[in-house]
Nanobody, 128 residues
Framework: QVQLVESGGGLVQAGGSLRLSCASS????????MGWLRQAPGKEREFVAG????????LYAASAKGRFTISRDNAKNSVYLQMNSLKPEDTAVYYC?????????????????????WGQGTQVTVSS
């Protein structure tokens, strides 16, 4: 199973950008579909973006579409979330999560229960 560590969170003004990174220590990283999910205070954890292990598909929540971009570099055992045009409502703890190994080449789970491994999370705070 993969171990995941997120980085790149911080405080940013509305309209700004952040790039989150998630590094895996597992040698089978390339076989996992990867997702970014977030949890705001008092709210349930929600899906933000995902990318299949084959890189054949990406999926975005409606709130992220057009502003966020998920990508992965299997050679570096890493997945990234570029976040642009940030809004105060994007404030949350962002988690990197892995689903697999060797799942669907096109389907990306959006429910937290579909993910098998999680990072510790990184805080993103967007000020107005």
């Amino acid at each position: 199973q993969v171990q995941l560590v997120e980085s790149g969170g911080g405080l940013v003004q509305a309209g700004g950008s952040l790039r989150l990174s998630c590094a895996s220590s597992g040698r089978t990283f390339s076989s996992y579909t990867m997702g970014w999910l977030r949890q705001a205070p008092g709210k349930e954890r929600e899906f933000v973006a995902g990318i299949t292990w084959s890189e054949a598909s990406t999926l975005y929540a409606a709130s992220a579409k057009g502003r966020f971009t998920i990508s992965r570099d299997n050679a570096k055992n890493s997945v990234y979330l570029q976040m642009n045009s940030l809004k105060p409502e994007d404030t949350a703890v962002y988690y990197c999560a892995a689903d697999g190994p060797w799942g669907s080449t096109v389907r990306i789970g959006i429910a937290p229960r579909e993910y098998d491994a999680w990072g510790q999370g990184t805080q993103v705070t967007v000020s107005s």
